[in-house]
């Protein structure tokens, strides 16, 4: 392979702001719910890789072979692989993909077939345009994509309309995008930097406390509180939503020390008949490994469900929280059964063909 922008390349990254920004000389474009992933392409020779400069080309066979017939013979691009069923994205669908077994991935690359979205531009032939602005890159881009019509490889849709951007960040959530991002149309690619804009959704929901892990650097001597592991009740069973984490070392002690008049023998807590499994299990349940978590330990110490707390976040994948919630603050005012999944806010259902149309979707 012999690239004007070779491997590795760290991508471009985002700073998270509140509200569509008002600053103008910005492009607009929806925020994807997947791998980010950059494509290097000479000639048939193809490879992907992560966010960190990791390889992904062996966990998504079906995109290599895509972009190996879409697009120029030699080109690097910046984009995301994203699985969809029916009208919306899935993002642990997509986890189950990176997968040890060949055998696995070549069944699921049929079963549960990933795309690829570009949203940037990097070099095409032996022009790199890492130091062109971004309204340069996108122009060159759009050419790119003039002739692909392959349904599993696209060009993702932007504008310089604030208002439509508003717009989209309320229309596309009900795809499973997760909001959306801005550009500065002056601005040369800048790997690792944080030269975009973010803007997710933010929200708060009352959350039952069930349990704790403690920190890696715990000691019996100073105990540290890791995280919090979050439940809702459903059907009068409590369930596992997540986790709360992130807190300063003092914080760590504090709340450690504070839980402890809580804890109660797992036989006694509502998770108890999770005790059984020792390994990956549908449910997601604490205290289990999966093949994103082999080494670590997941123990927990259950604690009697009579803590409620307020926590923010930005969107639910399936059950649970998306990302790690925020701690904002205790809620003695509320009883654990009242807090069930009815509180939260259900965005409303968008088609993704739209959003993946290429066009000024309005």
């Not at 193809?46 to 990791?54: F, I």
């Not at 715990?218 to 596992?240: A, C, F, M, R």
């Not at 059984?276 to 009697?304: C, H, I, M, Y």
Request: some cysteine; aromatic content about 8%; proline content about 8%.
């Amino acid at each position: 392979m012999d690239l004007p922008v070779m491997p590795p390349v760290l991508p471009m990254l985002a700073t998270s702001v509140k509200g569509v920004p008002t600053t103008p000389g910005l492009s607009f474009e929806p925020k994807w719910d997947g791998f980010r992933c950059l494509v290097f392409k000479d000639g048939d020779e193809v490879e992907l890789a992560s966010r960190n400069t990791k390889p992904l080309t062996r966990y998504f066979p079906e995109v290599v072979e895509a972009l190996r017939a879409a697009l120029p013979d030699r080109c690097v691009l910046d984009g995301e692989i994203f699985v969809a069923l029916g009208q919306r994205l899935e993002f642990e669908v997509l986890q189950e993909r990176i997968h040890p077994a060949a055998s696995r991935i070549a069944k699921l690359s049929v079963e549960t077939p990933a795309s690829y979205v570009a949203f940037d531009l990097l070099a095409l032939g032996d022009e790199a345009y890492v130091d062109a602005p971004f309204s340069a890159r996108r122009a060159v881009l759009e050419r790119v994509f003039d002739g692909v019509t392959s349904p599993s490889v696209r060009l993702c849709t932007t504008t310089t309309d604030r208002a439509l951007a508003e717009d989209w960040f309320t229309r596309f959530e009900g795809a499973g995008l997760d909001g959306i991002v801005a550009k500065r149309l002056d601005a040369p690619y800048e790997p690792n930097k944080r030269t975009m804009l973010k803007i997710k959704h933010a929200r708060t929901a009352d959350v039952v406390v069930a349990g704790y892990r403690e920190h890696k650097t715990s000691t019996p001597d100073k105990p540290l509180l890791g995280s919090l592991l979050l439940g809702l009740y459903d059907g009068g069973q409590l369930q596992h939503v997540g986790v709360s984490a992130s807190f300063t070392a003092a914080r760590r002690a504090e709340l450690w020390a504070e839980l402890q008049p809580l804890v109660t023998p797992i036989e006694e807590h509502p998770w108890g008949r999770w005790a059984e499994f020792l390994t990956a299990n549908p449910d997601r349940v604490p205290g289990t490994q999966s093949r994103w978590s082999q080494g670590k330990d997941l123990s927990f110490v259950p604690l009697r469900p009579e803590r409620v707390l307020e926590v923010g976040y930005d969107h639910m994948e399936g059950r649970r929280f998306r990302h790690t919630a925020q701690f904002k603050r205790w809620r003695p005012d509320r009883d654990p059964e009242s807090c069930g999944y009815e509180q939260l806010e259900e965005p409303v259902s968008y088609d993704l063909d739209a959003v993946l149309s290429g066009e000024q979707v309005g």
